[in-house]
């Protein structure tokens, strides 16, 4: 079976300070990984996502993303955290066949301090 | 390129009432999910179509729960005799389906209150 775990429920970090977010995953094989940002009452926005290649994944607001095939992990970073990054983050799996569905972790909530 | 839209944004209702929620996808993409998230949860997937076949469907999708995407389109997800136990965010999401590499979209979700 396939799952995410996202061991923190609420980070609170100062502004511009750095930011790293924990995922970790469940999988037989390799799968395809994405962070989604969720604003209060908003739906999902895409920030990253991890096919194959190049371990270290680029996204937009300025997170990147490393996959570790050998901690099964796609831990999200940020150098510096502005306020407007305040939100609940997901990560997300795919098990990258045909059937596409996401299996996502709980979320972490991101709290910034001004 | 406009996104993934739903309709209506809020809804209240009813023990026992019927809801019926609309996703219109991005427009050239051909398949179309949709995931329920509870507070403090991450979204959990319900039901997907390819084109207007719906190709799977989770054991959280009751019988009271049906999901149409008539002419692969637009979809609805009509919830019959609601309870309140349905109150969550129903969120759609898209994509193109090329066989590989698939990205979903999401739309701003449904947000389900029953009394």
């Known amino acids: 079976a396939q799952s995410v775990t996202q061991p923190d429920i609420h980070i609170t970090v100062s502004e511009g300070a750095s930011l790293e977010l924990r995922c970790n995953y469940s999988y037989g094989a390799t799968p395809y990984l994405f962070w989604y940002v969720q604003s209060p009452g908003q739906g999902l926005q895409l920030l990253l996502k991890?096919?194959?290649?190049?371990?270290l994944v680029q996204g937009i607001k300025g997170f990147e993303a490393e996959f570790k095939r050998s901690q099964s992990s796609f831990n999200l970073r940020k150098p510096s955290v502005h306020w407007s990054d305040a939100a609940e983050y997901f990560c997300a799996l795919d098990r990258g066949s045909t059937l596409g569905r996401l299996y996502f972790g709980r979320g972490t909530q991101l709290t910034v301090w001004p | 390129d406009t996104g993934v839209s739903q309709n209506p944004r809020h809804k209240i209702t009813k023990r026992g009432q019927n809801v019926t929620f609309r996703c219109d996808p991005i427009s050239e993409h051909n398949r179309l999910y949709w995931y329920r998230q509870t507070l403090g949860q991450g979204p959990e997937f319900l039901t997907y179509f390819q084109n207007e076949a719906q190709l799977e469907k989770s054991r959280l999708l009751s019988d009271r729960f049906s999901a149409e995407r008539p002419k692969g389109s637009f979809s609805t997800l009509e919830i019959q005799r609601t309870e309140q136990g349905d109150s969550a965010m129903y969120l759609c999401?898209?994509?193109?389906?090329?066989?590989?590499?698939?990205?979903?979209?999401f739309g701003p979700g449904t947000r389900l209150l029953v009394l």
């Open positions: 999401a898209s994509s193109l389906d090329r066989g590989y590499q698939e990205t979903q979209y």
């Open positions: 991890y096919f194959s290649g190049d371990t």
